[in-house]
Every structure is written in structure tokens, then in C-alpha cells.
């Protein structure tokens, strides 16, 4: 079965622009997850979103959000884009919630902003 | 300080050796703990996934969880090169509404 789809792969954007990624989670999977990951910081949740609802949300500006449409699928959208943005972007999803048995991750957005 | 401490390596060890790679939490309420692989231009994939303390074994890995001590392990036998990769520890309270939190990752390195 196919699995979880991010899109693009790589993304260069300027300082003050804004840009949006997208997560296509496995199917049958309700639940989508965010990560923001860079060499200093590591994995640092962003955001899950559970049936188009936010039900956790991480210590990040409110330049970050994000949605969930009603087939799973979700974006994060970044406005007002700082240098340290620059980071790879991750996607995971699972049917119902963090589960760690069943939290599959895509292989990322590497978004680079200069 | 974090919620979770993982020594960031470099670790290089020759191959065939045991590996072990750490974590240590603060938070008493962290009740799953996991071990995940990322390869490079990869997201991470789970290796292994434990409920509470205990040791769990799957092939050449074993995790073990200390809740007492908060110290959690991931024990790698028989180590090969293509077990070169950044190990992150995860864990999360008992509510499958909430959230992962990550170590910082242990980038390891098997020498041939």
C-alpha cells in the first residue's frame, strides 16, 4: 500500500514570502502529524490534526498552521518565512492518534530559506 | 532543560560490535517509549515499540525501558554497515491523543 506522500521534496523560498506543504497520510489513516526537524533542534512537534480537527498543537509562532481536508490529506502553511525555517518538514500519520506502533513517516519537505 | 536527552554521537563502532544507544526523560508520565531509524533524505521508520519497563527483543535489537530510572536503551548485536544511520528515541504519555517527543538523535556509523 502506498504510503505517506509529501510533497514537494524540496522547496526554496525567500525571507517574507509564505509557502505551503502537503501531506498525503496512508489511507484509512485519520490521524496527521507535523514535525519540524534541524540539525539543532531535532524532531520538534508542530501540530496533529485528527478528522480536519487540530487536537495538539507545539510551542511554534502562529506563522505556522495548518488544516486537514476532509480525505486526510493536510497542509502546513509557513507565512512571513524567517531563515530558521530552513528545516526538513515531516509528515506522519496513523489511524487514530500517536500511536507508535502505527505512526508512519513521509520522507519530508526540505525547505530552504534564504 | 528537554523533556528527552539523547547524546547526539557521532558514534563509530567496527562492525560486528554490540551497540548501545540511550535516552534519558523527565517526564514520569511517558508510558510508550520507541526507537526509530532515519537513513539519509529519509524520514524516520519505527524499530521497535514498548510498553512501560521491560525488555523487548526483535532479531538483532533489543530495547530495554528503566522507568525508575527514566533511562531508556536500544541495544543493537552483531552491529553491520547498514545500520549506519541517526537513531532517535520517541515517547509519549498513555493517550493515543498525545503527542510523540523526540530525542535529539545518535548518528551512528558502522565501520567495515
Known amino acids: 500500500k502506498a504510503g505517506v506522500t509529501q510533497t514537494p521534496r524540496y522547496l526554496i523560498k525567500t525571507r517574507g514570502q509564505q509557502v505551503t506543504l502537503s501531506c498525503s497520510p496512508i489511507s484509512g489513516h485519520r490521524s496527521v502529524s507535523w514535525y519540524q526537524q534541524t540539525p539543532g533542534q531535532g524532531l520538534q512537534f508542530l501540530f496533529e490534526y485528527f478528522s480536519e480537527t487540530q487536537r495538539n498543537k507545539g510551542n511554534f509562532p502562529g506563522r505556522f498552521s495548518g488544516r486537514q481536508f476532509s480525505n486526510s490529506r493536510s497542509e502546513m502553511n509557513v507565512s512571513t518565512l524567517e531563515l530558521g525555517d530552513s528545516a526538513l518538514y515531516l509528515c506522519a500519520s496513523s489511524l487514530e492518534g500517536a500511536s507508535g506502533d502505527g505512526y508512519t513517516f513521509g520522507s519530508g519537505t526540505r525547505l530552504t530559506v534564504v | 532543560q528537554k523533556e528527552v536527552e539523547q547524546d547526539p554521537g557521532p558514534l563509530s563502532v567496527p562492525e560486528g560490535a554490540i551497540v548501545s544507544l540511550n535516552c534519558t526523560y523527565s517526564n514520569s508520565a511517558f508510558q510508550y517509549f520507541m526507537w526509530y531509524r532515519q537513513y539519509s533524505r529519509k524520514g524516520p521508520e519505527l524499530l521497535m515499540y514498548?510498553?512501560?519497563?521491560g525488555n523487548k527483543e526483535d532479531g538483532r535489537f533489543t530495547a530495554q525501558v528503566d522507568k525508575s530510572s527514566k533511562y531508556i536503551s536500544l541495544f543493537i548485536r552483531d552491529s553491520q554497515p547498514s545500520d549506519s544511520a541517526t537513531y532517535l528515541c520517541a515517547m509519549r504519555r498513555g493517550s493515543s491523543a498525545s503527542k510523540i517527543i523526540f530525542g535529539s538523535g545518535t548518528r551512528l556509523s558502522i565501520r567495515p
Open positions: 514498548t510498553y512501560s519497563s
